[in-house]
């Protein structure tokens, strides 16, 4: 028998998935959720998330009810319920990633080396290290994704947020190339990082040619 919940639970399958072909969830370490109306699909604890079904996606109400599934959720549920209680955002990631789980065990902020960044809002903060699953942990992401659509968690992992698990999956795959070449610039020297003035002019640059967008090409 089909709910109401099951796009979502499928959508969430899926997008753990395609996370886990590209290296940034490995074994049972993250989760994704999706919001809906007065509830949240989350990945279950302890999912392979590699062969994450429909069946391996809980539904828990605001008030952590279990509405639909058979498993209990992510330990990290308070992260996720806690970011959408303060902001608009559709859908999170959360990743042990390697390269963005590096750079959060390095650095206090990612800062800008690469304007593709300011797609997720400018330097990324790294949330203060707290214990997996607590409440403190919670608070540290949301203060850190202030203005942001990803922060790194001390020692931990990453967190991407989206209006849409697309958006989502995708802030998280970016995340971990700008993690990636934050690693790769560091071996060669000192990182170039873009000034404040060059950030604006790419934001400018981006509004004025719909950067980003599928365009009709010009007769």
Same mark, same amino acid.
């Given at each position: 028998?089909?709910? $109401?919940?099951?796009?979502?639970? &499928? %959508? ?34 302890? !999912?392979? =998330? ?12 605001? &008030? ?6 058979? =498993? ?7 992260? *996720? ?12 990631? *959360?990743?042990? %990633? ?11 902020? =990612? ?11 400018? $330097?990324? %903060? ?13 608070? *540290? !992401? ?21 209006? &849409? ?5 995708? *802030? ?5 190339? =700008? ?41």
């Amino acid at each position: 028998m089909t709910t $109401a919940y099951d796009g979502a639970r &499928d %959508a969430v399958a899926a997008a753990s998935r395609r996370l886990a072909d590209a290296g940034l969830l490995v074994g049972t370490a993250g989760n994704v959720s999706v919001r809906g109306d007065g509830w949240v699909a989350v990945t279950a604890t302890g !999912v392979v =998330l590699a062969d994450c079904t429909a069946e391996h996606v809980s539904v828990v109400a605001d &008030d952590g009810s279990l509405l639909a599934g058979t =498993l209990a959720p992510t330990s990290e549920l308070a992260l *996720h319920q806690g970011v959408y209680r303060t902001t608009a955002t559709g859908a999170v990631v *959360h990743t042990h %990633a390697p390269f963005s789980t590096a750079v959060a065990c390095v650095l206090d902020e =990612l800062p800008v080396l690469h304007y593709q960044q300011l797609l997720l809002g400018g $330097a990324i %903060a790294v949330a203060p290290y707290a214990t997996f699953g607590s409440d403190d942990l919670a608070a *540290h !992401v949301r203060d850190a994704l202030a203005g942001r659509q990803a922060a790194l968690m001390a020692n931990h992992g990453s967190v991407a947020v989206g209006a &849409d698990l697309d958006a989502a999956v995708e *802030h998280a795959l970016l995340l971990e190339w =700008l993690c990636q070449l934050q690693h790769r610039a560091s071996a060669l020297g000192t990182p170039r990082v873009l000034t404040e003035a060059q950030q604006t002019d790419v934001i400018e640059a981006a509004i004025r040619l719909r950067y980003g967008t599928t365009q009709e090409n010009p007769t």
